[in-house]
């Protein structure tokens, strides 16, 4: 299922927070995408990579990392700050045997001008990240080992992301995957990234070259009352 923003979608969407807000709703969701056709999966656009191979496999967003390349990053039609976006990934048996290790499954927030919020997931390793990435490098905000809700190969991994304003330039940021919280961070000077893209990300530590991984049922949701 998709929903597309055009001005008419947009003014419901208001309405709906507005009322939801009366009523004490936690979180709204203002953008779905089921991936289940061709016009669906063209809603994800790259926004990082050197070469990033798309296509559709199933009901899913199929991507497949290329030569000299470390990560691949698609954006939601979204923009905002303070979101939650959640995705189900799965990591392909299809990928290099010696990337599987290394390779991760990722959700992004305020990506943008150079700079971004990631929630890393590691299949293999079971490890969970959170990371501020800026142009002068990568800052983990958080990281969780040995986390039992990890899934591995051609499993479903649901993942939720998000960064809420706390304060006047702080910033905090969760990190699920399925139910179980797996990971928290605090930035104290989020300020530092100007962007708005809400998205999703495939890659590994070092040159992901070979990492095939699938993308699904992708929600950004907003805070209510706002």
Request: aromatic share 4%; with cysteine.
């Amino acid at each position: 299922m998709k929903t597309r923003l055009t001005a008419s979608v947009l003014a419901a969407l208001l309405a709906g927070l507005l009322a939801c807000a009366a009523a004490g709703a936690a979180m709204v969701t203002i953008y779905r995408n089921g991936m289940d056709t061709t016009a669906d999966r063209a809603q994800m656009v790259k926004v990082s990579g050197r070469s990033c191979k798309r296509g559709g496999v199933g009901t899913a967003l199929k991507i497949e990392v290329g030569k000299r390349t470390s990560s691949c990053s698609y954006r939601t039609p979204v923009l905002g700050r303070d979101l939650e976006i959640a995705a189900t990934e799965r990591l392909s048996s299809a990928t290099t045997r010696k990337l599987r290790k290394q390779a991760y499954l990722g959700l992004e927030l305020r990506a943008g001008g150079g700079a971004k919020y990631q929630l890393l997931v590691y299949p293999l390793q079971r490890k969970v990240q959170i990371a501020k990435v800026t142009k002068e490098g990568t800052e983990f905000l958080a990281i969780a080992k040995n986390q039992k809700a990890v899934q591995g190969l051609d499993k479903a991994n649901n993942l939720r992301f998000r960064v809420a304003k706390i304060g006047t330039a702080e910033a905090r940021l969760v990190g699920y995957v399925g139910s179980t919280l797996i990971a928290r961070g605090t930035d104290s000077v989020a300020g530092e990234l100007p962007g708005r893209f809400a998205g999703v990300a495939v890659g590994a530590s070092k040159n992901a070259s070979g990492v095939i991984a699938g993308v699904d049922d992708v929600t950004v949701r907003i805070a209510s009352p706002y």
